[in-house]
């Protein structure tokens, strides 16, 4: 919650009508040395709490950090991995962005050498090799032939 400027004007006024305007720069100083002491209690309970729980804390964490370090980078390699298998025969995007730049190179080129020349089509490049899925990969079997003769 925060008090601003009308609220403490207001604040004040009441206080001005209860207390008094003779007794009021008392209490003023009061309530200022109230706030300083609950400034350095919070402080303290603040210092306390850094090195009494999350110091410790921290020192207990820092082993447990570099242990999982390791299983960490696999987790990551393996999450890479799933990744790239997902993508398997799927076209990669940045030929397609490639193609789009070539193609505005080009729409640029004939802009600059005047519109009463005749322009080609822009030429798309082919797309990319995919790598093939490990299934299209193996070998198909095929029957051997029958031999006709009978060994005897």
């Known amino acids: 919650m925060k008090i601003g400027p009308w609220e403490i004007v207001v604040i004040f006024l009441v206080a001005l009508f209860i207390i008094g305007p003779d007794k009021l720069p008392a209490y003023v100083k009061k309530f200022r040395q109230a706030l300083k002491e609950i400034g350095k209690v919070t402080q303290e309970v603040t210092k306390d709490v850094k ?14 950090r570099e242990a999982m370090e390791p299983i960490t980078e696999v987790a990551d390699s393996v999450n890479d991995l799933k990744r790239s298998v997902n993508n398997l025969g799927r076209p ?24 009463g020349e005749p322009t080609a089509e822009p030429e798309t490049p082919a797309p990319e090799p995919s790598i093939a899925a490990p299934e299209a990969a ?14 005897k």
């Open 92 to 115: 990669t995007k940045k030929p397609a962005k490639a193609a789009e730049k070539s193609a505005e190179q080009k729409s640029d080129e004939t802009e600059e050498k005047g519109a």
């Open 138 to 151: 193996a070998p198909v079997e095929t029957e051997a032939p029958k031999e006709t003769e009978e060994i």
């Open 51 to 64: 090195e009494n729980v999350i110091d410790p804390l921290e020192e207990a964490q820092a082993p447990l």
